[in-house]
């Protein structure tokens, strides 16, 4: 079982290289493994780092204001190329003009200025050594600050309660701590295959798994033309799909169906959701496709009982892990820059590295940060002061078989109904529906309740909840979240994963890793027939 | 300290339009005053029971609601250059647009003045006095959904600094005054610490910046918490220079506030005596050398070294 594994074989973060855990308990009835941390925590300097973070917020209005000296132009002349910030009165640009007020030549300089103490209060809440509420209210100030001071259009003071807008940034401030769904969430494995005929095109269609959850229900679907014909420009297969397909149970009760999902021209992926739910009770459901039999699929079996583990994470080592996650990111992204920064800025993980060492969370010989330093010098990325005098530290093993397997385009194509629940982690409660696997990655259909609202788009949850899989041949893999909806607390990702799975990988440990804890789920790869 | 902490601010008149005419509020002596309403507390308990809302009343009761809220110093002026741009109109429109149609009435004067309806709200009002701005400012009302849901108090905050800079200064002072060793909430200030850390720096910083033509990230800020006035001295030359100042919070409300932290060359660290327009006031003419007693009056172009 892999659960023992990642104990045992030295995983890449921190709190696994210093292999401090013990087998703590093995719940019989579920069959979840715990592992937990020994040790105490090592106390943080919480008002240290606290007030660091509103030290440098204030830092960043000053930068916002003009009072730093370098490369400057004239604020007045900075505010009217903006359209967006309306136009300042006479008497006070005079002021300004004759105060000498300067700012630096940055494209948005107050905007710049919010990111950097997001990030900075990101990481030290993720790291545990300020509240969530307090990062978010620095920000909110902050925002709050510059909005009234013009920098950025009043309009962001939008939102209700000003703390609201850094909910956005922070979104464990919504975090829905929801139960366990009552009746629990019920996931059946189809992986089925069927041919069916959309306005003449012939289509192959998969059933991957059903969830269940008391509130929607939801069939996994991958559907891909037959190459046999040039495809006609009529309305989009998933919306045909959507109005000729039916669906009933074994009691005679109907039920209406949406799609909801993307693709290519002739590749969709995505959900058909069932109206209303199916009661519990109920046997089967007979999904009725244009051009082809009703193909049945039973409802009433018990979910995969596959090995679980749970492992809880040393408290003193959140700052690493926080970090390990911020390079790992930026190991796999290469060099390219940061889409929210200017080319040639440092990466955000050096801003919350800097962070995290000025405000006394990390020190110079930190082993994430030699690890950062490591992988910039892979790289040929400068990290700024103080970071630059960082010594570079060994990759971990993890890391060394993301690169070796990186560029590999050798994944066994085929699916796996998973059809699983990990156990609940910080709140949430998850079930793996489907894995696809494909030449170059792979993807893992994830159905959460109790999961964040997301704020941050550009990267979601990404605080809070991580996912990564290990492969019994030792091969390591991060995701990206490709995919997401949301909806009253529960929301539906699609994560790919890469490199490409090993072909000689028999198992996948999909891991989930929040700020406590991690749980994982072993996944057999019985590869079935893909599209 | 023998003066209380207001003593080197002079007052300031504003006008509010309550009832039927044109009110004046007075900040004085620390605190703000309705003169048109010899008995406030009176009114507010006819108010409670159902009576006309007294926007006098109202900006008194709002200022003593955050005459001790560190959000004040967050969003608050960093010095008297450092000017707040939005308007009491643009809070107004913000607000409407968070306000479901019909919750509000709001119509225009002439001459394009706000004027609007609705429980806790403002009117009207021209600043004079020692801050010497004149203008037509307005503060609306604070909706109700926002007094009922969220963080209602931010909007209503907003809507106080909105009024002028002088006003906006005031209630810094009033704040750090609080937080400070003898001010109400002095017993828990350590638990505000970083706080008051981030609101000294903030306020330090421009003040050596002018002093001494250092950059921001050149000056350290500490709370000085011990006795006497604190310390400020200058580790290295040049760019390198770093500039260390301990300082207490209460140099907010006594030296800043007033705008006497930098005065003729002098940096000023503490206040012996004060009377405005007159200062006795303790004040270094460099860092590390040991601070000296000087007069200093303040002019209509501001505070300046009467006797050294």
């Not at chain 1, 008497?91 to 940055?106: A, H, I, N, Q, T």
């Not at chain 1, 169906?257 to 058909?272: A, E, K, M, N, T």
């Not at chain 2, 910046?209 to 011990?226: I, K, N, P, S, Y």
Request: glycine share 10%; with cysteine.
């Amino acid at each position: 079982m892999l659960g023992r594994r990642v104990a045992d074989s030295g995983f890449a973060f921190a709190g696994m290289l210093a292999g401090t855990y013990r087998a703590d308990s093995c719940d019989r009835r579920s069959g979840v493994r715990r592992l937990v941390a020994s040790g105490a925590p090592a106390a943080l300097d919480r008002e240290r780092a606290e007030t660091y973070l509103r030290v440098q917020a204030e830092a960043e209005l000053q930068v916002a204001l003009g009072f730093l000296r370098g490369e400057v132009f004239d604020i007045l002349e900075w505010r009217q190329q903006r359209a967006e910030i309306r136009p300042i009165r006479q008497d006070l640009s005079e002021r300004w003009l004759s105060s000498g007020w300067k700012v630096p030549r940055e494209a948005r300089p107050a905007e710049v200025c919010l990111l950097r103490i997001s990030t900075l209060g990101r990481a030290l809440a993720a790291a545990g050594a300020i509240d969530d509420a307090i990062a978010a209210d620095v920000l909110a100030d902050l925002q709050a600050a510059v909005a009234i001071r013009g920098l950025i259009p009043a309009e962001r003071l939008l939102g209700g309660p000003m703390r609201s807008l850094a909910s956005l940034y922070f979104p464990a401030q919504r975090l829905v701590r929801a139960p366990r769904p009552t009746p629990p969430m019920r996931l059946i494995p189809a992986g089925t295959v069927a041919t069916c005929a959309v306005q003449g095109q012939r289509l192959r269609v998969y059933l991957g798994s059903i969830v269940v959850d008391g509130q929607s229900a939801a069939l996994s679907i991958t559907a891909r033309l037959v190459p046999d014909r040039i495809p006609p420009k009529r309305l989009p297969v998933p919306w045909q799909i959507r109005n000729d397909c039916t669906a009933a149970d074994d009691q005679g009760a109907s039920y209406g169906i949406h799609f909801s999902g993307g693709g290519s021209d002739d590749h969709w992926r995505g959900h058909l959701h069932l109206t209303p739910v199916p009661p519990a009770g109920t046997r089967w459901l007979d999904f009725s496709l244009p051009g082809t039999d009703p193909v049945r699929l039973r409802v009433d079996g018990a979910p995969r009982n596959l090995p679980m583990s749970e492992l809880s994470l040393p408290a003193d080592e959140a700052a690493d892990r926080y970090l390990d996650a911020g390079t790992a990111e930026l190991l796999t992204a290469g060099d390219a820059p940061d889409s929210e920064m200017d080319e040639g800025a440092d990466p955000r993980v050096a801003w919350a590295a800097r962070g995290l060492l000025g405000a006394g969370v990390v020190g110079l010989l930190n082993p994430a940060l030699r690890r950062l330093a490591a992988v910039a010098t892979q790289l040929g990325l400068q990290l700024p002061a103080p970071l630059d005098a960082v010594p570079a530290g060994p990759l971990p093993a993890d890391w060394l078989s993301l690169l070796a397997r990186w560029e590999r385009h050798d994944g066994p194509p085929g699916t796996v109904p998973v059809a699983a629940h990990l156990p609940d982690l910080d709140g949430a409660h998850c079930a793996i529906s489907e894995l696809q696997s494909s030449a170059e990655s792979a993807t893992i259909e994830v159905h959460a309740r109790g999961w964040p609202e997301p704020g941050d788009s550009r990267r979601p949850w990404r605080e809070l909840f991580r996912w990564t899989a290990r492969d019994d041949a030792g091969g390591w893999y991060v995701t990206t979240v490709k995919g997401w909806s949301f909806s009253e607390a529960a929301a539906d990702l699609t994560l790919e994963l890469r490199p490409a799975i090993n072909p000689a990988a028999r198992e996948l440990q999909v891991i989930l890793t929040g700020r406590t804890a991690e749980v994982s789920i072993s996944v057999p790869l019985d590869w079935q027939e893909g599209l | 300290m023998i003066s209380p902490w207001w003593a080197a601010l002079g007052p300031v008149d504003i006008q509010v339009s309550c009832g039927s005419g044109e009110h004046r509020v007075r900040w004085a002596d620390g605190t703000p005053h309705a003169l048109e309403h010899p008995d406030p507390e009176g009114e507010l308990v006819v108010a409670a029971l159902g009576g006309d809302a007294t926007p006098c009343l109202d900006l008194l009761r709002t200022w003593e609601r955050h005459c001790d809220d560190l959000v004040v110093l967050a969003l608050g002026p960093r010095s008297a250059d450092d000017l707040l741009m939005i308007t009491t109109a643009e809070i107004d429109d913000l607000v409407d647009r968070q306000q479901p149609p019909g919750r509000y009435r709001r119509r225009m004067k002439a001459g394009g003045q706000f004027t609007s309806y609705g429980g806790g709200s403002f009117t009207t009002g021209r600043i004079s006095g020692a801050g010497a701005i004149q203008g037509r400012l307005k503060i609306g009302g604070v909706p109700a959904r926002l007094v009922t849901e969220g963080d209602p108090g931010r909007h209503e905050l907003l809507r106080l600094l909105a009024l002028s800079t002088p006003l906006q200064l005031r209630l810094s002072g009033a704040v750090a005054h609080a937080w400070s060793a003898h001010g109400p909430h002095g017993d828990r200030a350590d638990r505000a610490k970083p706080a008051l850390t981030a609101a000294l720096t903030g306020r330090v910083a421009p003040a050596v910046a002018r002093w001494l033509d250092m950059d921001f990230t050149q000056v350290e800020t500490a709370l000085h918490a011990g006795v006497g006035w604190g310390a400020i001295e200058l580790d290295g030359l040049a760019a390198e220079a770093r500039l260390k100042v301990a300082l207490p919070v209460s140099w907010l409300a006594w030296v800043w506030a007033p705008g006497l932290a930098v005065v003729d060359g002098h940096f000023v660290v503490g206040v012996q005596h004060a009377a405005w327009p007159t200062a006795q006031v303790l004040a270094l003419s460099a860092p590390g050398r040991d601070p000296v007693e000087l007069t200093v009056r303040h002019e209509r172009t501001g505070w300046s070294v009467v006797r050294r």
